[in-house]
């Protein structure tokens, strides 16, 4: 039988199987037989008696242990912070099997340039948004972190001009003839192929063109002679006019360009209002009243319109050519060609010793050359 043999009321359990306890000698063997199977029986009995009260001891043991480790573990899980798998993923090196939030890629790998800062003058003529809308487009931020490109501000000026405005000419092509005097006109009188700068009186700009004011003292001239005009010297005389009126009396001609000798001109690249043409001519003499040889263009000139118009005099022959808008439009002859040794007149001419024959319009683009140029260098200057 077991037995308490605690000596305190607060002592561990202790239990003692004791085998001379009277009572238990008796029942075994009232149960069990003859006494030479009491020993066996005695046993069996006390390893089960034991296994009885060890076993379920041993177990809630062994479960309060379980216990305790879950619930350590479950209070260590909560702690730490739950990472979504494709956080996780992407830490590992591998690409996310999905996105939560797809975003749209950007068609090129460099950012999208910014819109620019809309110019303070805009353009009179913008051009029309070929989709209709009159809004800006909506701009879309690339996928990139990169920062944005810095903003660049272009201001565009523009000027409002009338229909008559001239470009200026581009420098002649290189193999083109040179020209031994060039003015652009293009709000100045230099000479970009010499020396030969002009000088403006009483004249305006219009876009790429001079404006002359077909009266006195309006003309551009330069300080000397450009252009060899006496015997045997050839030379081609060039420019783009646009003529606003008709010359009336005392006046009858609107003179492009010249150039000065003591009583009159060397040459005259005009208009002549008996004709109501355009013309190329030179006098007989450096006289008072000398009379003049013309190559004359056979139809009228026109107002308001932008003319080309060359002179070629070949000292070969004494032939004189006027071309108009490329095409050559008169010829005659002059046989006693003189020296002019003044200055070269752009906007007037000077007849019988004074200025006269003011231009009224624009004039751009005049080139001199010193050699008669041919039917195929001539269309090339237009």
Request: aromatic residues 6%; glycine residues 8%.
């Amino acid at each position: 039988m077991f037995r308490d043999r605690r000596q305190h009321p607060d002592q561990p359990v202790k239990l003692v199987w004791d085998p001379d306890e009277p009572g238990d000698d008796a029942a075994a063997k009232a149960d069990h037989g003859p006494a030479a199977h009491r020993p066996w029986t005695r046993h069996r009995g006390r390893v089960l008696v034991a296994a009885a009260v060890i076993v379920p001891l041993a177990g809630g043991a062994v479960g309060l242990a379980a216990y305790g480790d879950h619930r350590a573990a479950t209070t260590a899980a909560a702690s730490v912070p739950q990472v979504p798998p494709s956080t996780v993923n992407r830490l590992a090196g591998s690409p996310p099997s999905s996105s939560p939030s797809p975003s749209i890629a950007p068609s090129s790998s460099a950012a999208p340039s910014p819109s620019p800062t809309p110019s303070p003058t805009p353009s009179l003529n913008p051009v029309p948004n070929p989709g209709g809308s009159t809004g800006p487009a909506p701009s879309k931020s690339p996928a990139s972190s990169a920062p944005p490109a810095p903003q660049r501000v272009v201001t565009v000026v523009t000027t409002a001009t009338p229909a008559t405005t001239h470009p200026p000419a581009a420098p002649p092509a290189p193999s083109a003839p040179r020209p031994v005097g060039f003015w652009s006109l293009g709000h100045s009188v230099l000479d970009s192929a010499g020396s030969h700068n002009g000088t403006a009186v009483d004249t305006g700009w219009d876009g790429g063109a001079a404006v002359f004011a077909g009266t006195s003292p309006s003309a551009i001239t330069t300080s000397g002679p450009v252009l060899a005009t006496g015997p045997g010297k050839s030379f081609t005389v060039s420019a783009s006019v646009y003529l606003t009126s008709i010359p009336t009396a005392p006046q009858y001609a609107d003179t492009a360009v010249s150039q000065d000798a003591g009583t009159d001109s060397g040459f005259y690249l005009q208009y002549f209002q008996p004709c109501n043409c355009w013309t190329f001519a030179r006098v007989a003499a450096d006289t008072a009243n000398p009379s003049a040889d013309r190559a004359q263009s056979g139809s009228a000139a026109q107002v308001d319109v932008w003319t080309h118009l060359v002179g070629v005099y070949d000292a070969a022959n004494g032939a004189l050519s006027l071309y108009v808008n490329g095409k050559l439009a008169g010829a005659a002859v002059d046989q006693t060609p003189f020296a002019s040794n003044g200055p070269l007149a752009i906007g007037r001419a000077y007849y019988n010793g004074q200025q006269t024959d003011w231009f009224h319009g624009l004039i751009t683009t005049v080139q001199v050359f010193d050699k008669a140029l041919n039917p195929s260098e001539v269309a090339a200057l237009q």
